[in-house]
């Protein structure tokens, strides 16, 4: 990851936060804010329709198992 990519996945991070507060909070973002946390998100979202997509239905039944473990690992709960 370079130095340019880091900065930029922070800018995102901390515009989603704002985005979260609600409508009080979003007059705070810019536009230019607003254009590149969307532009930020649905690039993501593809990427991850790619990467989650050209698994087959075992593959994700396979993976779901697997997080479901690491999950119930890391937070010791065994109800899930």
């Known amino acids: 990851m370079t130095a340019t990519t880091g900065l930029s996945l922070s800018r995102t991070k901390v515009l989603r936060a704002l985005a979260d507060r609600g409508e009080l909070h979003q007059a705070e973002l810019t536009h230019t804010g607003r254009v590149a946390l969307a532009s930020a ?16 239905p075992q593959q994700l039944t396979d993976l779901d198992a697997l ?3 690491m999950e119930t690992t890391l937070t010791g709960d065994d109800t899930g």
């Open 67 to 69: 997080l479901t473990r």
């Open 41 to 56: 998100e649905e690039a993501g979202t593809r990427v991850l329709r790619q990467l989650f997509g050209s698994l087959a």
